[in-house]
Every structure is written in C-alpha cells, then in structure tokens.
C-alpha cells in the first residue's frame, strides 16, 4: 500500500503540468459540476478526498457528488424534470444506450483528442462507449470475469503447465484426473439467483467460440438459444458439468454449494480439486476462508483459455461509464481528468482495475491485481456480462437453465426450446 501511495504521489507531482497542457485554459473552467455516481463508502470517499479534490486543486472547479443505488430512477427523473447531472458515472452500457438513443448525452469525440484516445484505451472499451457510431461512454475502475483460479503448490506437484487454449485445459483436467484429484471446483448455489454462476462460464465460452458481434447479437434477443452457436456453448460446458470426474463431487456439489465457498476444495490438505473458474472478487473470499494463505504465491490464477485463435485476447469485463450530459468547459477537463492516466492511477491504488492501459503496472497494490490489470491492458475485445445485459425474464430463465443442465446434461434440447419460448416474449 504504501507503494502505492507513493507512486500516486509522483503521479501527481510529475502529471500536473502534462494533464495542464492537454487541457483548455483552466481560468474558463472555474466553476462548479455536479456529478451522480452510484458509489458509495470506499469509492465514494476516494472518489471525493483524491480525485475531485486534486481536480479542484488543478483547475478551481468546484465538484458536487451525490451518490444513489437507485441511479436508473434518479437520473431518469431528473432527465424527465430538465435538471440532469454534467457527469452521471453508470455501472452498465444499458442506461447509457437508452440516453443516447433520447439525445442526452455528449459526443465525447468532441471532448478527447481520438488519435491519443486510442491509444490510451483499447478498441473494445472503445466499442462499449460507442452508441451509433458514436462515442458517448468512457469507462473507469474496472474488473474481469472468467479467471482460472489454483493452488501452485498444486500444479507443482502434479507437473502440468498452466494451459493457454481450452484443448490445453481439457489435456491438463484429464491429467488431474489420472493422478486421482478433481479437475474441477464448481459452485452455482446462490439463494433466488443461484446459476449465475454457470452463466459466467457460458458467457466465456460462447465470447471465445463466436466473437463479440455474435455475443452482442446473442444478449441482444437476435440470436435464437437453439442456434447452432449457443448448443456448442453448452455442449463445451457439458465437457466440464457433464463428466463426474471433471468436478468435485459431482452434480451434487455443484448445485448445492454456494459460490463464495465452491473454492475450498483447491486449498485443502490434501487438495481436492485443480481449478475454480471465478472473477477476481473471490480473492477476498479465499482470503476470508483461508487467511494464512498468501496471495500470488498459495493461489493465483491464468485467463480463461482461448478457444477460437480469432478470439483469443477477449475479456468478459465490468466497469463504470462515465457519461457526459452538459458540455461546460469544466465538465468536459473533468471528463478528460478522470480518462488520464493521472486520473485513473487513484483506482489502480484501491486494487481496482484502470481501463486506461498507460498506468503502469507499478500502481497496483499486489500481485494478482497486477496480472488482472495486464490481462485487460493485453486485451484487444472487452464485453460486459451477457446475462446482465438481457431483460429480467430472460437474465432468470438463464439462471435456472443453468441449474437444469448441470442437474441433467442429456436434456439440453428442451432446455434450449424453453429458453427460445422465454425469448419471444422478453424481447
């Protein structure tokens, strides 16, 4: 941490007159902005005690932050009563699309230098801000879905190499299995949302099977559920689901373990399992269970192997949207502040991820953040959640289809005719 701290500090040192000359002329942008996030706690005091009070330091600006967990309702009303925020910081693309999609929202083009825009964030970020061929969304703080969690002492012992391609990972569980331990450990319990986490492994696989357009098709209620590309999906999560020796203790286990404590088979002694499939916010589940185990070097994790060559630096990712909704001189420094590395180091010093692939590595505070961080640095297509993005009814058929399927992977047709019934109205 106090690594960390110092590197911000430099940051901030050596990043003022940088940040200054890329900006219009602070004196017009005194003032004050209004800002609603859906931040609270943690977030909303680093939020408000570094980043906008180092802009108010640079700038005079004067920022007002208002945080709500209600943002859909919030932000709409006062859309609708003519009095919207200059900055609104949404947690998901949708409210983003719909604003746009009503002329709310301000061409960022107009706010960036595109040429240095691109080549501070990657062309997938880019795709997620991007409404209509336009861009209208800079995303912030991010994290990273389908991580291959395992115990290295693990791996050592069976000497097997962290696999790259998912034949490598079939190659690996099939040698885990010979040596008498469980490839897998795989918990999908999780109260009225319980298969959410068998979505996350669909989602992963479909991603590096068929590519974004086909992904964004799917979550879109275009592509059918009983088309070839979504069977294949759940056929290749059928290898893992489907295959007693695969995961640890079976189907049983699978439906009926919570998904905050489906990882403990990896960490006992002896160790039970090989691999656990989960974001990177289980670390602190491990870390809760197993509080003598130390990160990077008891459990670590690999990205999710590539299946399609063509898909091979995709990342199912989840960030915050900054949108622009006033085009004042300060709302726009601000907008720009926050999209600088400068901006962005805060978060990286938190064990968030920066979306800006220009902080370096030296910001995070430990290890595994670091690899998390130069994952999404190395990717080349971001997409958020599939089932977040789907209509209530649909995102729920999604869930309990998982729980189907692993129950009895033999009744995948009419788990899939059921889905496209669900589709049909939720659309």
């Keep these: 941490m106090k690594r960390s701290v110092m590197f911000v500090a430099l940051v901030l040192l050596a990043g003022v007159m940088l940040f200054a000359a890329g900006q219009k002329d602070t004196a017009a942008e005194k003032g004050s902005i209004s800002v609603l996030a859906v931040w609270g706690d943690q977030e909303a005091e680093v939020f408000t005690k570094q980043i906008a009070a180092e802009y108010e330091r640079q700038t005079g600006v004067t920022v007002q932050f208002e945080g709500t967990r209600d943002m859909n309702a919030i932000l709409t009303s006062r859309v609708q009563a003519g009095n919207p925020p200059d900055i609104a910081i949404l947690p998901s693309p949708g409210l983003m699309m719909e604003l746009a999609a009503d002329g709310k929202l301000v061409d960022l083009a107009t706010v960036f230098d595109m040429a240095e825009f691109r080549d501070n964030f990657s062309q997938g970020w880019i795709d997620l801000g991007t409404a209509s061929g336009k861009l209208y969304g800079l995303y912030l703080k991010a994290a990273i879905k389908g991580l291959v969690w395992y115990n290295p002492a693990t791996v050592a012992r069976l000497g097997v190499k962290l696999p790259t391609t998912w034949t ?32 996350d492994w669909i989602e992963n696989i479909f991603l590096r099977l068929h590519g974004p357009q086909k992904y964004k098709d799917w979550y879109e209620g275009r592509l059918a559920w009983t088309s070839p590309e979504v069977r294949q999906t759940f056929e290749y999560f059928g290898q893992v689901v489907g295959n007693p020796d695969m995961a640890y203790g079976g189907k049983a286990y699978i439906l009926s373990t919570n998904f905050g404590a489906a990882h403990a088979p990896l960490f006992q002694d002896p160790a ?18 197993f509080p003598a185990l130390q990160a990077g070097k008891d459990f670590a994790f690999f990205a999710f192997p590539a299946i399609n060559a063509a898909y091979a630096k995709a990342v199912e990712g989840a960030g915050d949207c900054v949108v622009l909704m006033n085009d004042s001189d300060a709302a726009a420094g601000f907008v720009r502040f926050l999209a600088s590395a400068q ?20 910001a995070y505070t430990d290890e595994l953040t670091k690899a998390a961080a130069g994952i999404l640095n190395d990717s080349e297509i971001v997409v958020f959640d599939a089932s977040d993005m789907m209509p209530g009814a649909m995102n729920e058929a999604f869930w309990s289809a998982i729980m189907s399927f692993v129950n009895n992977p ?5 788990i ?10 939720a659309y």
């Design 168 to 199: 490598e990972l079939m190659q690996v569980s099939n040698a885990a299995v010979a040596a008498g331990i469980s490839p897998w450990a795989i918990g999908v319990e999780s109260g009225a949302a319980s298969g959410w986490v068998g979505t």
């Design 272 to 289: 039970k399992a090989l691999f656990h499939q989960q974001a990177s916010f289980i670390q602190g589940f491990i870390k809760e269970q």
């Design 343 to 362: 901006g962005q180091a805060y978060w990286a010093a938190t064990g968030a991820l920066s979306t800006n692939r220009n902080v370096p590595l030296s």
């Design 410 to 414: 033999g009744d995948l047709d009419r």
């Design 416 to 425: 899939l005719v059921d889905l496209e019934k669900v589709r049909a109205d």
